[in-house]
Nanobody, 114 residues
């Protein structure tokens, strides 16, 4: 079994920054892609950013230039630095790891509001 634990969500004003972190533990040999998804109320879960084991990244158009994903393969962690946050970034953010099967964290709330 693999567990993903997220941290770093919270309330921030528009234009502010937050950093999300996710740590994977359990029966891990190697992790392929790691990523962040988000789900706003009444909307489907969507990809925010993904990073391969080799460090290649892909971002949703809505966050390009504002968010940065990174990972530490030795520690099985992935982070998401979010800058210039907007109210439309408000959502529950989920960490995802691909190890053959797909694993999800429990989610962390990000609220952008004045």
């Amino acid at each position: 079994q693999v567990q993903l634990v997220e941290s770093g969500g919270g309330l921030v004003q528009p234009g502010g920054s937050l950093r999300l972190s996710c740590a994977a533990s359990g029966s891990i040999f190697s992790i392929n892609d790691m990523g962040w998804y988000r789900q706003a109320p009444g909307k489907q879960r969507e990809l925010v950013a993904v990073i391969t084991s080799g460090g290649s990244t892909n971002y949703a158009d809505s966050v390009k230039g504002r968010f940065t994903i990174s990972r530490d393969n030795a520690k099985n962690t992935v982070s998401l630095q979010m800058n210039r946050l907007k109210p439309e970034d408000t959502a529950v953010y989920y960490c995802n790891a691909q190890l053959g099967n797909s694993y999800w964290g429990q989610g962390t709330q990000v609220t952008v509001s004045s």
